[in-house]
T-cell receptor
Framework: QKEVEQDPGPLSVPEGAIVSLNCTYS??????FMWYRQYSRKGPELLMY????GNKEDGRFTAQVDKSSKYISLFIRDSQPSDSATYLC??????????FGSGTKLNVKP | DTGVSQDPRHKITKRGQNVTFRCDPI?????LYWYRQTLGQGPEFLTY????????KSRLLSDRFSAERPKGSFSTLEIQRTEQGDSAMYLC???????????FGDGTRLSIL
């Protein structure tokens, strides 16, 4: 069993839709959670960073962590074609080693 | 802040050859990480440095792989006797320290002929 599971998609939505991206994990010791966006042939770009459970909002992006369910989510409001990319979740228990999901490919249609 | 820089961006080599990649972290970032990413997968942790000390290595890092970070600045990742299975994107990331998230470079894509 992988440490982090993420639906690979692809997920296709119309412009302006609310997008929900999710990851589940098995290690209850994880306490640092990140979401990255990766465009083709580029490195991952940090979007959101949260510590422990709760919500965090930054512009059109909201990250949620539910440690009791070992489940994290990223919501994108008013999605734009420029949001089309692969979204990666990542997590760690001690910031020494990070575990990534396999990524969800998102396509926002104009 | 010029971001994490990796060189070369793309390396093509024949099986059995040695290759070396370089990573320049963001200035003053004392942590540096190496990852490998294959098509359709997320990055897989290889190793990380705190300043010049290599503190953790993944089982993925076989004895053909070696990483260094002299003087705690740039880092190099060398692969000896390359194999077909080494074809991947090699990503470098750096962070300001513990509790600080990583910032990635755009990677070096390795193709083995």
């Amino acid at each position: 069993q992988k440490e982090v599971e993420q639906d690979p998609g692809p997920l296709s939505v119309p412009e302006g839709a609310i997008v929900s991206l999710n990851c589940t994990y098995s290690n209850s010791a994880f306490q640092y959670f990140m979401w990255y966006r990766q465009y083709s042939r580029k490195g991952p770009e940090l979007l959101m960073y949260t510590y422990s459970s709760g919500n965090k909002e930054d512009g059109r992006f909201t990250a949620q962590v539910d440690k009791s369910s070992k489940y994290i989510s990223l919501f994108i409001r008013d999605s734009q074609p420029s949001d089309s990319a692969t979204y990666l979740c990542a997590m760690s228990n001690n910031f020494n080693k990070f575990y990534f999901g396999s990524g969800t490919k998102l396509n926002v249609k104009p | 802040d010029t971001g994490v820089s990796q060189d070369p961006r793309h390396k093509i080599t024949k099986r059995g050859q040695n290759v070396t990649f370089r990573c320049d972290p963001i200035s003053e970032h004392n942590r540096l990480y190496w990852y490998r990413q294959t098509l359709g997968q997320g990055p897989e942790f290889l190793t990380y440095f705190q300043n010049e000390a290599q503190l953790e290595k993944s089982r993925l890092l076989s004895d053909r792989f070696s990483a260094e970070r002299p003087k705690g600045s740039f880092s190099t990742l060398e692969i000896q006797r390359t194999e077909q299975g080494d074809s991947a994107m090699y990503l470098c990331a750096s962070s300001l320290g513990i509790d600080q998230p990583q910032h990635f470079g755009d990677g070096t894509r390795l193709s083995i002929l």
